[in-house]
């Protein structure tokens, strides 16, 4: 059985969105499922990292086609510039209203009509079972569906994220015009695709609304998370947040919380640092000077995955943060599944009955805080050092096996066999 993956995300492509697809076609062929994956030749990655080539088997045919993206040209997105700094990507106004109305759905969208011609041409000669699209960029939707027209093959549509509700679609300004385009073209993916998956039950409920199917696989680890190499914890109380930080996810409250511990406790002080590893808003680092934590705090910047799995190993707490937006109930950052194998506390901030706070109940990994419950935050961070003076600051974690990455992609191979 063969399916045909559409993505634009690939290796050696960095960051969360490669993670997800990359490790189901690590794991497909030994459910029986012949994995092609169709991705850019050319594409001007946010993040690279050529190590993540290595996972990719060998056994696969990846096919590449050059992709001409509008923001190649703009200077808002000159190649350096959005390297070094993601999180402040739609900070400029008047760019980022022409990006949010001017390519709808995203800039991605001159690789739709090459894509269709191309696969089309293959498809002829090569017979697969099932098309994937996963997004976003939510434009690789539109090439399987006009593929599907064509062709009927089965097709589900897996969505990373959500569409006309995603939490940064804000920055973007758009026009009624431009909503209710992205509406109609989700709206039609949506009831076309013969299944939709999905990361978390709150975005499957949502989905439900417009789609006959959908179903849940949650991202997950891998096994190189699982590394039993001794890593020695900080001596410091740290605090590490491992990943992309934008502006909405900014916690405000966490900065004025730990200002206000520092002042109480002149020891605290002198313990604490909190590590921010990845790209983080500029919103971020204002609060933290302006709350006197620049000293306490290191800035790492971007770092390979294998570095980053080491540094969430040896921090004393692990900082998850959801986004302080509407429908927050069902963001689940890919970082929480490998936060759970590090067996180093978890302190979220987030929406209260969400699916981000029924996992860690679940797993007994840590702990959720409402968005500006500050006197609950504050209690957690003292419950925690003091642990941690006391050499007690461990978790016992429970029922993570679930999230390996090769049991997700069993499932996976069951909705595909089914459909």
Known sequence: MKVLIITYYWPPAGGSGVQRWLKFVKYLQKFGIEPIVYTVDNANYPKDDASLLNEVPKSITVLKQPIWEPTDIMFWKQKNQQKKDVSNSVNNGFLSFIRGNFFVPDPKIFWIKPSV?????????????????????????????????????????????????????????????????????????????????????SLKKEFLKTANRVEVITNGFDDEVLTKNLIKLDTEFSISYIGLLPKQSNPKFLFKVLHELCKENVEFKNDLKLNFIGDISDDVKTDINNHN????????????????????????????????????????????????????????????????????????????VDFNDKEKLKSEIKRLYNQYKTGNLRVDSINIEQYHRKKLTKQLSEIIKNI
């Open 117 to 201: 011609k191309y696969l089309q041409k293959f498809l002829e000669t090569t017979k697969v079972d099932a098309l994937i699209s996963t997004g976003p960029p939510h434009s690789m939707h539109l090439i399987a569906q006009k593929l599907q027209q064509k062709t009927s093959i089965k097709w589900i549509a897996d969505f990373r994220d959500p569409w006309s509700n995603l939490y940064y679609n804000s920055e973007f300004n758009q026009l009624s015009f431009a909503k209710k385009k992205n509406l109609k073209l989700e709206t039609l993916v949506l009831k076309n695709a013969n299944c939709v998956l999905t990361v978390s039950n």
């Open 293 to 368: 934590l620049y000293k306490n705090t290191n800035f790492v910047g971007y770092v390979s995955h294998r570095k980053a799995i080491e540094c969430q190993k040896k921090s004393q707490v692990l900082l998850l943060l959801i986004p302080n937006v509407e429908k927050s109930e069902g963001i689940l950052t890919g970082k929480l599944f490998e936060y759970l194998t590090a067996k180093r506390p978890i302190l979220a901030i987030g929406p209260k009955g969400g699916d981000l706070s029924e996992i860690l109940e679940n797993t007994k990994a840590g702990v959720l």
